[in-house]
């Protein structure tokens, strides 16, 4: 059918500005300040990563990044905003083994799916932990602690993040396979820990080694064990739980990147692909290696596999250290 030149230039301008928002939002990103979401207390291991990838990625990307600190129930709240927000890349967070595969087993009215709430974006680091004891306890040993522990049944405390944190399931696996009963105290956080453990208030606290190593070295605090497979390079007089008889111990921790859910894929991998840049740099790789932690960078679809089988495998390990559901 014929119309006027003009008319055709109108309908094709109309056509393009109704479907350019589409194609190009995306290609515009970044246009505005992003959001890292720490769903744990400011000052505490992870919290300290997430400003450094704030940092790095606000360098390479060319916009400010904020870290936002919404901590409270071992990492859940924050984790259940960031699940809420748009999902347009200005909102990122960050998610730990606690918030994404530890609590859909352990808290029965979570109010987010780990694995449908959240668009994964890649893992950032693994860590090694270290179980660490109050000197004024008087062990010097993991043995010598076990021993105390069963002739002191529920006298020994020990710290955590919160309930549900990996630092409270797994001491208390450790109780389950040693057959003793160490008594859990939680806190809003592990700086909160710190301080009653550092003061004698509480006895015990397994945590990421990079934050307890200059305790130790201080004699502050007293190493008895760590988690990872081999020995830590920042504590390598302190023997693994696998070499002390409790191999289930072995590659615990670990922090990932996490958007909110549906994000769309081309927005998804041009994201993962500025944060593993600036992840693999070695400002960053020097900077995780100094906490203690390996880079372990992977795609979306890896890491959300990933997530699947770590569910999967958190669930067994509290059945078998008998924790119920909260």
Not at 7 to 17: E, M, P, S, W, Y
Not at 279 to 307: C, H, M, W
């Amino acid at each position: 059918m014929w119309m006027p030149r003009t008319l055709k230039g109108l309908l094709a301008a109309l056509c393009i500005i109704a479907i350019s928002p589409a194609v190009t939002a995306q290609d515009k990103w970044p246009g505005k300040p992003i959001r890292i979401v720490s769903p744990f207390p400011a000052g505490g291991g992870n919290d300290v990563i997430a400003r450094q990838i704030a940092q790095g990625l606000s360098e390479r990307v060319g916009v400010p990044v904020i870290v936002e600190n919404r901590a409270g129930a071992a990492g859940t709240i924050g984790s259940e905003y960031v699940s809420k927000q748009p999902a347009d890349g200005y909102t990122l967070g960050i998610g730990v083994v606690t918030t994404h595969s530890i609590a859909p087993s352990f808290y029965s009215q979570l109010r987010y799916d780990p694995v449908k709430d959240f668009t994964p974006m890649t893992m950032v680091a693994t860590y090694e932990a270290v179980l660490v004891a109050n000197p004024a306890l008087g062990v010097n040993t993991l043995a010598e602690l076990m021993q105390l522990a069963k002739v002191q049944p529920g006298k020994i405390t020990f710290a955590s993040s919160g309930n549900g944190a990996w630092s409270h399931l797994g001491v208390e696996l450790l109780n389950s396979k040693a057959g003793v009963k160490m008594v859990h105290v939680p806190y809003k956080g592990i700086p909160a820990a710190m301080t009653d453990l550092l003061g004698g208030r509480v006895d015990v606290l397994f945590d990421i080694a990079a934050s307890q190593h200059a305790h130790v070295k201080a004699g502050r605090l007293k190493a008895l064990a760590v988690s990872s497979k081999s020995r830590s390079p920042l504590l390598p007089d302190v023997p693994t739980l696998s070499e002390l008889g409790y191999p289930d111990f072995d590659s615990m921790v670990w922090l990932g990147l996490f958007a909110p859910p549906n994000m769309p894929p081309g927005l998804t991998a041009q994201i993962n692909a500025d944060l593993v840049a600036v992840l693999r740099s070695k400002k960053l790789v020097d900077f995780l290696r100094e906490q203690g932690a390996q880079i372990s960078t992977n795609t979306p679809a890896e890491f959300g596999e990933y997530i699947r089988e770590d569910i999967v495998r958190w669930r067994r390990v509290m059945q078998a250290a008998g924790v119920q559901p909260q």
